[in-house]
Nanobody, 115 residues
């Protein structure tokens, strides 16, 4: 069974930074769009960032200029660099792989932004 494994979450103060990592099996990484979604307490899951196979990325308006998504095609990994985190960034962050009608998510990693 395909599995995405996230890491890098934790507690950070407002204004701080975190880098999330996601390891993926080749079967759902190669040729796939990769991305990050998040779900804050009491809210619906939302797209944070997505990146295609050649590195073109899109971001939610709420994170533009602060977050950066990247992928390492040689190592089947995708990253999310999060800078200037604010309390609104508190959520479970999920790594995502998608291609056509196939979607996969990891188990998530928790990020808490608090002083």
């Amino acid at each position: 069974q395909a599995q995405l494994v996230e890491s890098g979450g934790g507690l950070v103060q407002p204004g701080g930074s975190l880098r999330l990592s996601c390891a993926a099996p080749t079967t759902i990484f190669s040729g796939h769009f990769m991305g990050w979604d998040r779900q804050a307490p009491g809210k619906q899951r939302e797209m944070v960032a997505s990146i295609d196979t050649v590195g073109k990325s899109i971001y939610a308006d709420s994170v533009k200029g602060r977050f950066a998504i990247s992928r390492d095609n040689a190592n089947n990994a995708v990253y999310l660099q999060m800078n200037d985190l604010q309390p609104g960034g508190t959520a479970v962050y999920y790594c995502k792989s998608h291609l056509l009608t196939s979607h996969y998510w990891g188990q998530g990693t928790r990020v808490a932004v608090s002083s």
